[in-house]
């Protein structure tokens, strides 16, 4: 499933879209719960609940404003760095090259602030160049987790996973490279777009 968050005349919805991405559907909730986005509603089938019954009204999504399909996130954003083998080597070329770019070493791991998370069209507000003059960006993968749990092996690691959907990392290179924690650099307002959607891990073959 395809699931989206929206607003449609002023008021944000969480709609299921269908499988060509042109119509969204409203879950028929709370605007409590459609304030979180699809949160509340991942955590509902996630403690065994049931999906929302889906209004039958069917808009264009190019009729809707797509937000983030979390845009109230409960916590900072978990990343990894150096997270593939061709990424890693690419390091000994970067501004990183004093970075471990040994393969079998252990990734980096670095935050991004819920605060810093916008719809995937909305506007990046650029920090100014009296903050930062070299700022970067970066599509990533970003992969939902439904299950909690911890020192899971990783042949059980897929059944924690819900979903996915994709983040545009955007980064003050220079401010991340002033610290010794990456965190400032990559947390300005608007820095993390999410979306356009959400996809449920049964969508997926990989």
Same mark, same amino acid.
């Given at each position: 499933?395809? /699931?989206?968050?929206?607003?449609?005349?002023?008021?944000?919805?969480?709609?299921?879209?269908?499988?060509?991405?042109?119509? =969204?559907?409203?879950?028929?909730?709370?605007?409590? /719960?459609?304030?979180?986005?699809?949160?509340?509603?991942?955590?509902?089938?996630?403690?065994?609940?049931?999906?929302?019954?889906?209004?039958?009204?069917?808009?264009?999504?190019?009729?809707?404003?797509?937000?983030?399909?979390?845009?109230?996130?409960?916590?900072?954003?978990?990343?990894?760095?150096?997270?593939?083998?061709?990424? +890693?080597?690419?390091?000994?070329?970067?501004?990183?090259?004093?970075?471990?770019?040994?393969?079998?070493?252990?990734? /980096? =791991?670095?935050?991004?602030?819920? *605060?810093?998370?916008?719809?995937?069209?909305?506007?990046?507000?650029?920090?100014?160049? #009296?903050?930062? *003059? #070299?700022?970067?960006? *970066?599509? *990533?993968?970003?992969? /939902?987790?439904?299950?909690?749990?911890?020192?899971?092996?990783?042949?059980?690691?897929? #059944?924690?996973?819900?979903?996915?959907?994709?983040?545009?990392?955007?980064? +003050?290179?220079?401010?991340?490279?002033?610290? #010794?924690?990456?965190?400032?650099?990559?947390?300005?307002?608007?820095?993390?777009?999410?979306?356009?959607?959400?996809?449920?891990?049964?969508?997926?073959?990989?």
């Amino acid at each position: 499933m395809r /699931i989206a968050t929206y607003r449609h005349n002023n008021t944000r919805h969480v709609g299921r879209v269908s499988s060509d991405g042109l119509h =969204v559907q409203a879950f028929e909730v709370s605007a409590d /719960i459609a304030h979180h986005g699809a949160l509340r509603l991942l955590e509902t089938v996630v403690a065994g609940g049931q999906w929302p019954t889906v209004s039958t009204q069917q808009l264009a999504v190019s009729d809707v404003h797509l937000e983030a399909p979390m845009p109230v996130p409960r916590r900072n954003i978990w990343c990894v760095g150096r997270n593939y083998h061709e990424h +890693a080597k690419e390091l000994s070329t970067s501004v990183f090259k004093d970075s471990n770019t040994n393969t079998q070493a252990w990734p /980096i =791991v670095f935050t991004k602030v819920p *605060e810093c998370v916008v719809g995937p069209f909305d506007a990046v507000h650029l920090p100014g160049a #009296q903050v930062s *003059e #070299q700022i970067d960006y *970066e599509a *990533e993968l970003a992969v /939902i987790i439904g299950k909690g749990g911890k020192n899971i092996v990783a042949a059980d690691a897929m #059944q924690h996973v819900f979903g996915y959907t994709i983040v545009n990392d955007v980064t +003050a290179r220079d401010v991340q490279m002033r610290h #010794q924690q990456w965190d400032m650099g990559k947390s300005f307002d608007t820095f993390c777009p999410m979306g356009p959607w959400m996809v449920t891990a049964d969508e997926l073959d990989g």
